[in-house]
T-cell receptor, first 113, second 112 residues
Framework: GENVEQHPSTLSVQEGDSAVIKCTYS??????FPWYKQELGKRPQLIID?????GEKKDQRIAVTLNKTAKHFSLHITETQPEDSAVYFC????????????FGRGTSLIVHP | KAGVTQTPRYLIKTRGQQVTLSCSPI?????VSWYQQTPGQGLQFLFE???????NKGNFPGRFSGRQFSNSRSEMNVSTLELGDSALYLC???????????FGPGTRLTVL
């Protein structure tokens, strides 16, 4: 089955800095990669996703890049703000298969004011 | 549109008891998945239901079961509770099986 590894497990940055979280996946058939943000005590919320026919996608201060050859994808947050502090999860899903995403273990992002 | 709702939000049970959790998907969504979230294991997939049929099951013992009703609402049941079942149980709904998933707030289950 699919295996997703996420790094780092904890990331501490100063407000205004950029943050990058990286994930690798094992199944070359995976073609959908969502990112979720989970604030303390709240539900995971989809913040951005990318499909394998696209190399990069941006939404304001967040972007995701995908390298299918290397089987890794990354979340980039620019101009970080304290409200970006949360746990971020990446996931990979294979189309035409089970449709079940495999999640990474999560990255705790701390943005210091 | 209202989001995914789950009831109850909090539960405290003792070992050996059973529990039923409920999930109401976003209106029009037909696929419901359940996940167990713990600090040590992250998000672990439990089941996926679509059109009242279980389409996939994760690697959990038979004490964990579920079902989906004709209105797409779903329930999951855990029998003979163990201490290790303490977790946040999340359900997620999607329009169809290959669309993005939206999570509910979760049910926090504590087993004493």
């Amino acid at each position: 089955g699919e295996n997703v590894e996420q790094h780092p497990s904890t990331l501490s940055v100063q407000e205004g800095d950029s943050a990058v979280i990286k994930c690798t996946y094992s199944d070359s058939a995976s073609n959908y990669f969502p990112w979720y943000k989970q604030e303390l005590g709240k539900r995971p919320q989809l913040i951005i996703d990318i499909r394998s026919n696209v190399g990069e996608k941006k939404d304001q201060r967040i972007a995701v890049t995908l390298n299918k050859t290397a089987k890794h994808f990354s979340l980039h947050i620019t101009e970080t703000q304290p409200e970006d502090s949360a746990v971020y999860f990446c996931a990979a899903r294979t189309a035409g298969g089970s449709y079940i995403p495999t999640f990474g273990r999560g990255t705790s992002l701390i943005v210091h004011p | 549109k209202a989001g995914v709702t789950q009831t109850p939000r909090y539960l405290i049970k003792t070992r050996g008891q059973q529990v039923t959790l409920s999930c109401s998907p976003i209106s029009g969504h037909r696929s419901v998945s359940w996940y167990q979230q713990t600090p040590g294991q992250g998000l672990q997939f439990l089941f996926e239901y679509f059109s009242e049929t279980q389409r996939n099951k994760g690697n959990f013992p038979g004490r964990f079961s579920g079902r989906q009703f004709s209105n797409s609402r779903s329930e999951m049941n855990v029998s003979t509770l163990e201490l290790g079942d303490s977790a946040l149980y999340l359900c997620a709904s999607s329009l169809m099986r290959d669309n993005e998933q939206f999570f509910g707030p979760g049910t926090r289950l504590t087993v004493l």
